[in-house]
């Protein structure tokens, strides 16, 4: 017969890189009053990066950056719009 009062341990779930970062970023927004778990929060979030990729095209059109740092950019602006996903 088993021992009603035991529980197995339960391991926490390890969070993936992406979503450990979404945490930092939520705990800045929390920071500020604000969640990225409110659909207003999180368009005006996703609406900003994708302000700031379009200054980092014109970065590279400019020269600033080149198309190997312009894509490596991108990818991290495009894996901070999934955040508000990730939480």
């Known amino acids: 017969m088993s ?14 890189p992406h979503e450990r970062i979404a945490d930092d970023m939520e705990a800045a927004f929390n920071a500020a009053g604000k969640t990225l778990t409110d659909d207003d929060t ?26 190997d740092q312009l894509a490596k950019l991108e990818a991290l602006v495009e894996g901070m719009k999934a955040a508000p996903r990730l939480l």
Do not use: S
């Open 42 to 67: 999180a368009l005006v979030f996703t609406h900003t990066l994708t302000i700031v990729g379009r200054a980092l095209e014109g970065a590279e059109a400019q020269d600033i950056i080149n198309g």
């Open 3 to 16: 021992d009603p009062t035991h529980h197995p341990v339960r391991r926490p779930v390890e969070r993936t």
